[in-house]
């Protein structure tokens, strides 16, 4: 007989083999918070001579599936800063109530001053790190997109990881690798940043999006577009991709059923 | 004053044999001793007033608020001990912030009133404590539009109410009064401190529960009810604070807020002339009467 307690009133091992332990429940640590789930494609953003410009589109894609396609991805902070989110989208809900918070914590002093777009990024990049530290990372790469305390034009990422990053254009996700290299070919050096209007960036950045709708598999072509600059944040939330042209993909070989 | 107690307010929480708790009723005092402060419930918001005593000409003039805000849209004046109303405004927004937490959106004047209600109560019942040495106002906007949740990301279903009930009319000004003993009401308009008999008496003249006067003209009013409670501690300087919380299309936009430096001169310009007016008035009564008696010689 076999006196372990624990075989008692169990399969013998002898006449039905060892029980698999791995179909039991295993006390390793909580897993499901370290993937995303509802997930937020690319954000991008391009600075311009008295402001910045950050577009993202309107959709939370729930892995393949375009799950919600209403979803306002740049969240206002205050009147001084917009933040734009790629990744999870419950992650960015929670960072959103952060922001609310901090922003009414923000209005119980009277002094006047308050926090600007740098400041916020730094906080947040350390929210980031934090939790990544944790092993509890909030899967987003966010822009924070206002002006710094001299009253300039500021832009920079963070990401899941709390990795900063800093640039006249930036994108995160599929956008920093087709978006990026579009805003570089319009704006190729500091004096065109400086140079660039209001209405050039707004107007590269749809162009960006329109490239992201046509290669992006996880986008949309509703999105929204904030531009801010000293005369305050303008957001436009539902804006729609205009004059598509899918001729291009006529000559592209080698995926889905045409093969050759 | 030895006999008044008679033992039974030596200890918080104690009732004499007449049931009356004499540690709340010295609180009063306390209160009774404050600048005054008041509120205004007004149709399209509310506005909150008081008069800061200035205790040294050393203090920095504007510094050293007494009217405090709690989340967005609620604002806090109190009469009596200041640092118990710094106590007191610390655990409204504390309370603001957990009811954010647990409901996602703003917590309601009347939500916020008593639960802070139910906080000076307490302070009420332990020996280890003292009760609170203030009243305060507690005065905000409701929003009368379907607020988002906060984190909402999008705007749910295209067809159907999506559980919403269509025109409900929700949203509004809100004024409460909480008194040491824990004792809240809501008020049209509401006074404390020391000059709050002559507050009150003016604040009844206003006709408020008509729900006719407008919140530039409660300004107007706050800023001469504060002067006109100020006439009998005249020999001490004060300034008068003012802060307001409009409806969302108003001036404030459902914030709470401290009424723009130019509006404020203004309505104290207004106060000082409507007290020079009185005493003249008054002059003019009295030298009637002293005609009168010549006459009769």
């Excluded at chain 1, 000293?230 to 889905?256: L, T, V």
């Excluded at chain 2, 647990?102 to 280890?128: D, E, F």
């Amino acid at each position: 007989m076999n006196h372990f307690p624990e075989a008692w009133g169990r399969p013998r091992d002898d006449i039905y083999g060892p029980y698999n332990p791995s179909y039991l429940q295993t006390t390793g640590p909580k897993t499901h918070t370290q993937s995303p789930a509802v997930t937020g494609t690319s954000v991008v953003a391009v600075k311009f001579n008295g402001g910045v410009a950050i577009a993202a589109d309107n959709l939370a894609s729930y892995g393949s599936l375009a799950r919600f396609t209403d979803v306002k991805r740049l969240r206002k902070f205050g009147e001084s800063a917009v933040i734009g989110f790629s990744g999870d989208v419950s992650d960015m809900q929670h960072i959103d109530r952060l922001l609310e918070s901090i922003d009414i914590r923000e209005n119980y002093s009277t002094h006047g001053n308050t926090m600007n777009a740098k400041n916020l990024h730094t906080y947040l990049s350390k929210v980031l790190y934090k939790r990544r530290s944790e092993f509890n990372p909030l899967w987003n790469h966010i822009l924070v997109a206002g002006f710094d305390e001299n009253k300039k034009p500021f832009l920079s990422s963070a990401d899941l990881l709390g990795t900063t990053f800093s640039a006249p254009h930036l994108a995160t996700g599929f956008g920093a690798h087709l978006a990026v290299p579009i805003l570089r070919r319009l704006f190729p050096d500091e004096e065109s940043i400086e140079t660039a209007s209001k209405e050039q960036a707004v107007a590269a950045l749809r162009e960006c999006l329109k490239v992201l709708w046509y290669r992006d598999a996880r986008s949309l072509d509703k999105y929204s577009i904030a531009v801010i600059s000293e005369a305050g944040i303008e957001i436009e939330e539902d804006q729609q991709i205009e004059a598509q042209s899918w001729a291009f993909a006529e000559a592209i070989k080698g995926y889905g059923a045409q093969v050759n | 004053m030895t006999s008044i107690g008679t033992g039974y307010d030596l200890s918080n929480s104690v009732f004499s044999p007449d049931g009356r708790n004499f540690q709340v009723e010295y609180a009063v005092k306390a209160v009774e001793n404050g600048g005054t402060a008041i509120g205004i419930r007004c149709k399209d918001g509310v506005v909150l007033a008081v008069e800061k005593i200035i205790t040294s000409k050393l203090l920095k003039p504007g510094a050293n608020k007494r009217t405090a805000t709690v989340d967005r849209h609620i604002g806090i004046v109190s009469a009596g001990l200041v640092p118990d109303g710094r106590h007191f405004v610390s655990r409204a927004r504390d309370e603001a912030s957990s009811w954010r937490s647990v409901y996602k959106g703003p917590i309601p004047v009347s939500a916020l009133s008593n639960r802070l209600g139910s906080y000076v109560q307490a302070y009420t019942l332990y020996s280890s404590v003292r009760p609170f040495g203030v009243t305060a106002i507690v005065g905000g906007w409701d929003s009368e539009a379907e607020l988002a949740v906060d984190g909402q990301v999008g705007s749910g279903p295209e067809s159907g109410s999506g559980g919403k009930i269509q025109g409900a009319k929700t949203g509004g000004p809100g004024l409460y009064m909480i008194e040491p003993s824990g004792l809240y009401w809501g008020y049209y308009g509401a006074a404390t401190g020391k000059g709050r008999q002559a507050a009150k008496a003016e604040l009844e003249k206003l006709d408020l529960n008509s729900g006719n006067l407008s919140l530039l003209e409660g300004v107007k009013e706050a800023a001469r009810i504060i002067y006109v409670a100020h006439e009998d501690s005249k020999d001490k300087d004060f300034e008068l604070e003012m802060t307001w919380i409009s409806s969302l299309d108003g001036p404030t936009k459902g914030r709470h807020e401290e009424v723009p430096k130019g509006l404020l001169e203004e309505a104290e310009r207004a106060a000082k002339r409507a007290l020079e007016g009185e005493d003249e008035e008054e002059d003019a009564t009295k030298g009637d009467a002293n005609d009168s008696e010549r006459m009769e010689e």
